[in-house]
C-alpha cells in the first residue's frame, strides 16, 4: 500500500497527471439537468471564438437523445446573436455522466460532466482529454466564492485553471 502511494505521488510531481482518468461526477438526473446553462467561463476554443453572452439549453426528447441549443453574441454582449442546435446522446453504463454531442453529422465530441452542485444550480463539463473545459451556471453570474471552490474541483481534476477564460453576461 506504502509502495503504491509512492508511485502516484511520484506520477504527480513528475507531470505525468495528464495520464490519469478523468472522473465524472457518481450520476445525473438528465431531467434535473435540463433547462438553461449559463457559461461562466471556458478554455478558449475556435468554435466559440468572439462569443460572449454564452448559454446552451437541454430538452429532454421521446427519442433517444437530448435536444442542445448554444447560443451567443460574436464580439459583445449586445454583438450579433449566433445559434446552433444539435444532440446529446447518453454513453450507456455511465449513469448519464457522459454524453457524446453532435452538431454537424457524423462527428460526435465528448461531454464529461465532471463537477455538479447537488441543487443542480452549477456544472463543470470537460473532455476525456482534458482539453475543453466549461464552468456552468443557471444564473448568468456566479458568486466569486463558489467560483474560486470550483477552480479547486478543477485543480483536483488534473485541468489547468490558467486557461479559463471568463465569459462576459448580460445582465
Not at 437530448?66 to 464580439?75: A, E, F, G, Q, T
Not at 446522446?89 to 448519464?96: E, G, Q, R
Not at 463537477?115 to 463543470?124: F, M, P
Amino acid at each position: 500500500m506504502r509502495f503504491t502511494k509512492i508511485i502516484l505521488i511520484t506520477i504527480i510531481m513528475f507531470g505525468c497527471k495528464q495520464y490519469q482518468k478523468l472522473e465524472t461526477v457518481a450520476s445525473v438526473d438528465l431531467a434535473r439537468y435540463a433547462g438553461k446553462w449559463y457559461e461562466i467561463a471556458s478554455y478558449p476554443t475556435v468554435f466559440q471564438k468572439g462569443c460572449t453572452n454564452t448559454s446552451a439549453e437541454y430538452t429532454l426528447t421521446d427519442k433517444a437523445y437530448v435536444k442542445v441549443y448554444n447560443s451567443c453574441n460574436k464580439d459583445s454582449v449586445e454583438g450579433i446573436a449566433k445559434s446552433i442546435e444539435g444532440k446529446a446522446f447518453v454513453v450507456k453504463n455511465t449513469n448519464n455522466t457522459k454524453l457524446k454531442v453532435q452538431f454537424f453529422w457524423p462527428f460526435k465530441g465528448s461531454y464529461w460532466i465532471i463537477g455538479l452542485a447537488d441543487d443542480y444550480s452549477w456544472a463543470v463539463v470537460s473532455h476525456p482529454s482534458r482539453k475543453y473545459l466549461w464552468i456552468l451556471s443557471r444564473t448568468p453570474q456566479m458568486d466569486e466564492t463558489l467560483y474560486k471552490k470550483i477552480l479547486e474541483l478543477i485543480v483536483s481534476k488534473g485541468l489547468d485553471p490558467n486557461k479559463l477564460r471568463r465569459t462576459a453576461q448580460k445582465i
